[in-house]
């Protein structure tokens, strides 16, 4: 019988081990997260979003699929994609196929650095040396052109450096969006400006919320920022929350409704944690796979809640 260090050493082996079997098991808990915003206009009604990304998805992940397919039975008012849809080029006609269900339903989108280019084994310590992963070296292209066409063929407006407003359930909205700012594809001044003041709600959206995004969309009077990419640290630490973003964005704000503000200015901002995972790193700890349903409602109406789980 082990004693002493090599007794020590073995339950820590075991407690790792344990810890990364249920990293697997979490991963595919899929969850619907809802969050009330009361950022509309006094004495409308309730406008319901819900906001998807990170799904990574490959064309063997048929839990996740069901999942996807499931999300028409929220009955949004609009989709908001904000990128990393796929992890192989395969996986494009499976998505649509599961998408089928909220083809009628007005959705907008941006792309992230797995749309553009394929996932690659990546050392996870360097995560926690540097904080988020560097662009590779002769990366492999995905298909992301098909599948921009696929999604704006069933109408969902491209948001990649674009102005798009979109009239939703009596709502007017004005949309501004840029390119990966990850992947340093992102040149906000192509929609920057001040925010529309004939829409009842502006909304920014890009895949990764790097600062200078959040801060240039905030300092414009955006309402209301989405972003995904930091798949809510993917491995958390319970009681005390995750240990990288992938960005430099702090890690208060990984994941979650929080709030933003430059210049004077103040926007709302909703990170996805996401729904997928690296297929080199299939596991989540502590940070639950999900989508989240934000129930927006008007200013007179209370405070924003969130958290809760569906």
Partial sequence: ??????????????????????????????????????????????????????????????????FIRSLASLRPDLVVNTGDNIADATAIFPLMAAWNSLRFTP???????????????KNPLKYLLYGRSHAEEDP????????????????????THSRETLEVKGYALAFRGTDDAHLGRDDYTLVAGPADDDADLTIG??????????????????????????????????GYGALVTNCDLEAARVKGLSSHTQGGRTSALHVSAGVGTSPFAPYRFACRPEVTLLTLVPRDTGFATGDSVG
């Avoid at 990293?23 to 309730?46: C, K, Q």
């Avoid at 492999?140 to 948001?159: A, F, N, S």
């Avoid at 919320?209 to 930091?230: K, N, V």
Wanted: hydrophobic content about 45%; overall charge negative; charged content about 20%.
């Fill in 1 to 66: 019988m082990a004693t002493g260090p090599g007794r020590v050493l073995g339950s820590l082996a075991a407690a790792a081990l344990g810890c990364f079997a249920w990293g697997l098991v979490e991963a595919n808990l899929f969850t619907v997260r809802h969050v009330r915003v009361p950022i509309l206009p006094p004495g409308g009604e309730e406008l319901r979003i819900l906001h998807v990304s990170d799904l990574h998805l490959t064309s063997k992940q048929h839990f996740k699929l069901d």
């Fill in 107 to 121: 959705g907008v989108f941006v792309f992230g650095s797995n749309d553009y280019y394929a996932p690659r084994f």
């Fill in 140 to 159: 492999v292209e995905l298909p992301w052109r098909t599948l921009r066409d696929k999604m704006t063929d069933v109408g969902w407006k491209d948001l």
């Fill in 205 to 238: 959206v890009t895949h990764a919320p790097y600062l200078r995004i959040l801060d240039a969309m905030a300092e414009d009077g955006m309402d209301l920022i989405l972003a995904g990419h930091t798949h809510g640290g993917q491995v958390c630490v319970p």
